[in-house]
């Protein structure tokens, strides 16, 4: 068959309208590219005149379609500004020590104290139109609770800025989720009269978030240690009281899915509803003979459903996977297949007008990839045969082989269609995550999520303890076979980082074999191949240098990475992993070929240039006269006969690396362009002569692995 003919076939199916999110997500691309702020007239004088000539040219199939996509694009872009335009709040522009007074909007159990999210009411010594609206801290006090007027001394930082170039950008997401600085509160926190009476939005997020934290407290204390932690985030969305050992057997097991609220959770509990409400409805003859028994049990789950996301804290996966389930229970409202391409691409098209910055983060990417992928293979499923080897098994045999080999097959699916956004963004593949899910979903698909939803229904006549109980009993069974399968060896393993443009041609691959019907989609082979020749030898900077200069990684003498300084060791790990070395950040080696002493370290590259790394004025004049490159975390005043990165570069250019060039020198990538002027960038200060580092929390972008939700 001829391209042509094809592709009059897929028109004849409709399929066009399922790419209409390929243009929307291009223009989001496009705005988040730009390299100052663009106005919101341009984008929407484009969207218009794209959408008249569609208009216009109705008759004209090819014509209209190719107007119908830059209009999607004209859109996505519109929507990216728009969207910046409505939630732009100022963010700290450097480090501040002193009082600070809010409501505590949020407030979350840690392992180690709280975390709060404070709704800033007053801060002696920074500017009222500079104030950030919202800060987020950590503190021992655990006698807060949400709704608190506090006072208190704390530490504040600018949100962090990427760990390295091309890294995840927590500055980013924490100007798209309002926050404008990060830090820890010092000292005793105290309550303090209200300036001025709470909002009511204010007032319904405290309400939740009390009711949030006594379910969690409640459901943590019946199940009882790390299976009632992890019982308890399942239906509140409270992850604090999970420790980071458990969430490293659950990523090794590739099972991390389970605690982050998307896409598997809304199914399960939606699905659960619906289920209940079908029966119930159906043992009254009355009822199921003269009313549409299975739309009404459709609207109680969306109910259900939209109270389930609002309840958890409404994060930005929940919300992405509450779209996609009311989507797929409108469908049968207006008698529609509910699992079907186009509500896929109608829930993208919705997430996309409404929070464009999803598309730039794992969880939109991961989520929305398996499940085209798994509708794709439904729809082919449809067409098969039937197998009639299986239709003559006995009945307690067949249901149980057609559910072995679902779990097998769509996990395949999920973890092939999810393995590039998960190498990109986290440079770790789980290849036993087929057994974890295999075996630990089962136990959450039959006996977790639907415990959940009798707990939720039986909390409020306190009968609910049985159901906390059963949860965690069967949380207790996943978290073992996850600390199982994280033991068998390389359950981890950690591939090097590769740019955007091979994550563009694998997410263009998987749009290609997904979205066509027809012999067409094979050609998804050739951006696939084009993205595995890339992502095959990615490039390796030869330096790495933290953004506030506490520590370097240099390529040495041996080809293997050598630490010199103490950069954070959050900010350390993402290093390595982003080379593909598999060194845990404490590992003693890392210091090996380093030669150290009390002002600085030495370390000598593979082709016998020396980097050394300086904490001492003094040296630094040394340095500069033997040393190919000087880095140092303070001022370096004077000249310098080596190339010399110091702090007032670092607080220029962010996180910095420096990778091979032409003759003897180095190429340098930085994380943060001085040029790039974005509402979301980093406020740089004027240089100052301290030598005090402004550090970021270790753990600030922790969020990044948090908010992966997959649905499955």
């Known amino acids: 068959m001829r391209f042509g003919a094809m592709l009059e076939t897929e028109i004849e199916r409709r399929r066009l309208f399922n790419w209409l999110p390929a243009p929307l997500g291009l223009g989001v691309i496009l705005y988040f590219l730009a390299d100052r702020e663009p106005g919101l007239a341009a984008p929407l004088l484009g969207f218009a005149l794209s959408a008249l000539a569609a208009l216009l040219l109705r008759r004209k199939r090819r014509a209209m379609a190719i107007c119908v996509a830059l209009a999607a694009l004209f859109a996505g872009f519109a929507a990216g500004a728009w969207r910046t335009a409505s939630i732009a709040a100022p963010a700290l522009a450097r480090l501040h020590v002193g009082k600070v007074t809010g409501f505590v909007e949020a407030l979350e159990q840690r392992e180690k104290g709280v975390r709060l999210v404070v709704l800033v009411t007053d801060m002696p010594g920074v500017d009222p139109q500079q104030r950030p609206r919202r800060i987020r801290v950590s503190t021992v006090a655990t006698t807060l609770k949400p709704g608190d007027h506090i006072v208190a001394t704390a530490r504040l930082l600018p949100p962090p800025g990427p760990?390295?170039?091309?890294?995840?950008?927590?500055?980013?997401?924490?100007?798209?989720?309002?926050i404008g600085a990060v830090g820890s509160i010092a000292?005793?926190?105290?309550?303090?009269?209200?300036?001025?009476?709470?909002?009511?939005?204010?007032?319904?997020?405290?309400?939740?978030?009390?009711?949030?934290?006594?379910?969690?407290?409640?459901?943590?204390t019946i199940g009882g240690g790390q299976a009632g932690a992890m019982a308890a985030a399942l239906v509140t969305g409270k992850r604090g009281l999970i420790t980071e050992t458990t969430n490293d057997d659950l990523r090794a097991a590739g099972i991390y899915h389970i605690v982050s609220i998307s896409g598997l959770h809304m199914v399960l509990a939606a699905g659960t509803i619906f289920w209940l409400a079908r029966a119930l409805l159906a043992l009254s003859p009355a009822i199921a003979l003269v009313w549409p028994v299975k739309k009404l049990a459709a609207l109680a789950a969306m109910l259900g459903a939209t109270a389930y996301c609002v309840f958890s804290g409404a994060e930005v996966a929940t919300v992405r996977s509450l779209i996609m389930t009311l989507v797929m229970l409108g469908a049968i409202l207006v008698d529609r297949p509910a699992l079907s391409m186009r509500n896929l691409a109608l829930a993208a098209i919705i997430v996309l007008l409404r929070e464009p910055e999803a598309l730039l983060g794992p969880s939109f990417q991961m989520s929305f990839g398996a499940v085209a992928a798994l509708i794709a293979f439904a729809e082919r499923w449809q067409e098969r045969p039937p197998d009639a080897a299986a239709a003559s098994w006995p009945w307690p045999l067949r249901p149980l082989w057609l559910s072995a080999v679902g779990i097998i097959v769509t996990t395949l699916l999920a973890t092939a269609a999810t393995a590039p956004f998960g190498v990109y963004h986290f440079q770790t593949f789980n290849p036993f995550g087929l057994l974890g899910n295999a075996l630990a979903l089962p136990f959450v698909s039959l006996i977790v999520m639907p415990a959940a939803v009798f707990g939720v229904l039986a909390y409020p006549f306190g009968l609910d303890w049985p159901a906390w109980a059963l949860m965690g009993w069967a949380s207790g069974l996943v978290l073992r076979l996850a600390h199982w399968v994280a033991g068998i060896e390389r359950s981890t393993v950690v591939l090097p980082a590769f740019d955007a443009a091979a994550l563009a041609l694998f997410a263009l691959a998987l749009l290609w074999l997904t979205l066509w019907t027809t012999a067409l989609r094979f050609l998804a082979a050739l951006p696939l191949c084009a993205g595995l020749a890339l992502a095959s030898d990615p490039t390796r900077p030869d330096i790495l240098i933290e953004r506030d200069g506490s520590g370097i990684l240099v390529r040495g003498a041996e080809g293997r990475l050598v630490l010199a300084g103490k950069p954070s060791r959050f900010v350390l790990a993402q290093w390595l992993h982003a080379d593909g070395d598999s060194r845990s950040p404490d590992d003693p080696a890392l210091r090996e070929g380093a030669a150290c002493d009390a002002r600085g370290c030495v370390i000598r590259l593979r082709d016998g240039r020396s980097v050394a790394y300086t904490r001492d004025r003094v040296a630094i004049v040394e340095d500069c006269q033997r040393a190919d490159l000087v880095v140092t975390p303070l001022h370096a005043n004077g000249t310098c006969t080596a190339r010399l990165i110091d702090r007032a570069a670092l607080t220029r250019d962010g996180a910095t690396a420096l990778g091979p060039s032409r003759g003897n020198s180095w190429r340098a990538y930085t994380a943060e362009d001085a040029t790039r002027l974005r509402p979301w960038t980093r406020a740089r200060p004027a240089a100052s002569s301290s030598s005090e580092p402004a550090r970021a929390p270790a753990n600030a972008s922790t969020e990044q692995a948090e908010e992966s939700g997959l649905l499955q």
Not at 189 to 201: E, F, G, I, Y
């Open 163 to 178: 760990a390295r170039p091309g890294g995840y950008d927590f500055a980013r997401d924490a100007f798209f989720r309002g």
């Open 187 to 220: 000292g005793k926190v105290a309550l303090a009269p209200a300036p001025v009476p709470p909002s009511r939005q204010l007032a319904w997020s405290v309400a939740i978030d009390q009711a949030r934290n006594a379910l969690t407290e409640r459901i943590a």
